[in-house]
């Protein structure tokens, strides 16, 4: 799995943290960093939402991500679209190519299949729902800010009729994401298990978030070339750059 | 039991393009008729006692284990509670996957300079801010008589309709609802035909 491709050089990183199972986590991440969110156990799954952190009414956008890109799940070289047609994140490498668009967030619902739950009481489990709530609302934001989110580390299926299922196809030891941020981008992380994932126990793996001085994008950057809706979406996107640099 | 449309408590045709919000108390039965068929109709609904609780596609589809809505989907608020149930649907399926189309995603998806067109958040915006709402209350959609398959590999996008002129949507409140709706006015794409048409709104009391 690790190659030197992807080691970081150690002076570039500014931050590193273990996020435990069940956790939710957030952090700015500036214009031009990468954030590397790495499953060292393992994952079945993180829920994900963005937000523009200059100004957060301006949302990561789940339907204009796939629709903009055709196609519901995200791999490297795909990027997270705001509703305002610019980027906020590139996705710039991948190991897994297992994130969906569609399955939404765990709530206290569909943690009712946990099944040692009553005994030991649903506070044990933490669900991306309640997560994001509590993250949000230290800073200010709150439950209207809640858009569908991005599920990281996990596969679902759909039938050509539309079943929606679980794929037992996840995130194994080492595998990781970078997510690099196309403007000064509010990242909100929780990480409980994907709402389809079937086990009736939970099994929430600790991940880590580093954080690194990601390098300036060549001309023929894949993110930014792969498709003439790439090429737009960055001209929007730098158009708005120029106007908050400071 | 059939619903007589001389028993309706409110008949009216949407214009093409055109936004519209009302307020559906429990019990009463929405109907949306596709008058010219493959008319897309851009669709959000609130608790409208509450209007933080609203739509949640990623709620009602996980729900029902698909991501098609049709004859007995519940549409599911972010709360977890149902906020309406389909009661009827002629046309098969409709799409709660690919959002509305705004300004600024057409400029991606289209070309730059097709952010000067009308597009359903610009109808959204118009019709919440009666309500003292806003772009933040702008989460997930549901597109009526809208086709957006999806295939196992994830591959989504918006094709050809299925809706005949004269498909009809029943919508039954569960709560007092606000729906708001845009007349999709996008030319860009097959979801209207290349043709936005108007559509038919009809409510009866339960």
């Keep these: 799995m690790s190659t030197t491709q992807h080691s970081i050089d150690p002076t570039l990183v500014t931050w590193d943290e273990v996020i435990p199972g069940g956790a939710y986590w957030s952090r700015l991440i500036k214009r031009g960093t990468t954030l590397r969110i790495v499953a060292p156990e393992g994952s079945r799954g993180v829920a994900c939402l963005c937000y523009n952190a200059d100004n957060p009414i301006e949302r990561y956008n789940a339907a204009d991500t796939a629709k903009i890109q055709f196609n519901a799940f995200l791999q490297k070289g795909m990027l997270l679209y705001s509703d305002m047609g610019r980027v906020l994140f590139s996705i710039t490498e991948d190991t897994c190519g297992l994130h969906d668009t569609l399955g939404g967030c765990s709530t206290v619902t569909t943690n009712e299949k946990y099944i040692d739950r009553v005994e030991k009481g649903d506070g044990d489990y933490k669900n991306s729902r309640d997560n994001f709530l509590l993250a949000l609302t230290k800073r200010n934001l709150g439950k209207q800010d809640i858009m569908p989110n991005l599920n990281l580390f996990t596969r679902i299926t759909v039938a050509p009729e539309g079943g929606l299922t679980w794929a037992e196809q996840t995130a194994q030891p080492g595998d990781f994401i970078d997510l690099r941020a196309e403007m000064n981008a509010l990242v909100v992380l929780s990480n409980c298990p994907h709402p389809l994932d079937p086990r009736s126990t939970y099994d929430s793996k600790p991940i880590r978030a580093i954080v690194w001085n990601s390098p300036t994008p060549a001309t023929d950057d894949l993110c930014r070339t792969r498709t003439p809706e790439a090429v737009r979406g960055f001209q929007n996107t730098d158009a708005y750059g120029l106007q908050v640099a400071d | ?206």
Aim: glycine share 8%; with cysteine.
């Design chain 2, 1 to 206: 039991m059939e619903l007589d449309p001389q028993q309706a408590v409110y008949d009216r045709v949407l214009a093409a393009r055109k936004p519209w919000a009302k307020v559906i108390h429990k019990g009463q039965i929405l109907r949306i008729v596709d008058l010219g068929g493959n008319q897309a109709v851009d669709f959000l609904v609130y608790n409208a006692d509450d209007t933080s609780e609203r739509y949640s596609a990623p709620d009602t589809i996980r729900a029902q284990g698909n991501i098609f809505i049709t004859t007995g989907t519940q549409l599911y608020s972010n709360d977890g509670n149902v906020l309406m149930t389909v009661l009827k649907d002629t046309c098969g399926r409709h799409d709660t996957s690919g959002g509305a189309c705004s300004c600024e995603s057409n400029s991606v998806r289209f070309g730059l300079d097709k952010k000067w067109q009308h597009a359903c958040v610009e109808n959204f915006l118009y019709a919440l801010k009666d309500y003292g709402m806003g772009k933040r209350d702008m989460t997930s959609n549901i597109n009526f008589f809208m086709n957006v398959p999806v295939s196992a590999d994830g591959t989504l996008e918006i094709v050809d309709g299925i809706s005949d002129p004269g498909s009809i949507v029943d919508l039954r409140a569960e709560m007092n609802a606000l729906v708001v709706i845009s007349n999709c006015p996008q030319m860009n794409n097959p979801c209207n035909g290349y043709n936005p048409t108007p559509i038919q709104l009809l409510v009866w009391d339960e």
